[in-house]
């Protein structure tokens, strides 16, 4: 009978012992609290000028300006929808203008659609010059909008990126 009240007895202590041990709080992700203008601004930042860069820039189609001049005015008045309808009609006639596609990737990074930048950047990356400003804003609305969907690591590799654009011209003496 000793023989079976000692197990027991150590079957119960460990029991009791483990019932007191609490478990570990849950892991709350921090929350993010970048606003979509904030996020532009780091896009903005990120292209920065820089007086010692050449940078061109095409001709543009008229219509397709008069459309940009009209999505900067809804934007400004803070109609994001109506900038996106004017910049999508843009993209239409012309799309595969990564200056146009860079536009309407930063409204959709303001409208908070992260997947639809990145989307919008990706395509301007692929078909725009892989140096100067617009490059750099390229690859920050593709950083920005991976920070703000939580995939730092993929953000990480986008800023990494941002250095790339950047090529000096040439000296002159």
Not at 81 to 91: E, I, K, N, V
Not at 142 to 155: F, H, M, V, W, Y
Request: charged residues 20%.
């Amino acid at each position: 009978m000793r023989s079976l009240l000692q197990p027991l007895a150590l079957t119960g202590l460990s029991l009791a012992l483990a019932a007191c041990v609490s478990s570990a709080p849950p892991v709350v992700k921090p929350v993010d609290t970048t606003t979509p203008a904030q996020r532009l601004a780091a896009v903005d930042a990120a292209a920065g000028p820089d007086d010692k860069e050449l940078s061109v820039q095409p001709l543009r189609d008229s219509q397709v300006e008069d459309l940009r001049v009209t999505a900067q005015a809804q934007r400004q008045a803070n109609d994001l929808a109506g900038a996106a309808s004017s910049l999508d009609h843009a993209l239409e006639i012309v799309a595969g203008d990564p200056a146009v596609l860079q536009e309407r990737a930063e409204l959709a990074l303001l409208q908070g659609q992260w997947a639809q930048a990145e989307a919008f950047a990706r395509k301007a990356v692929d078909l725009g010059s892989k140096t100067g400003p617009l490059c750099r804003r390229h690859w920050a609305t593709i950083e920005q909008s991976r920070l703000a969907r939580g995939e730092k690591e993929n953000a990480v590799s986008a800023h990494a990126q941002i250095e790339g654009c950047t090529v000096p011209g040439i000296k002159r003496y």
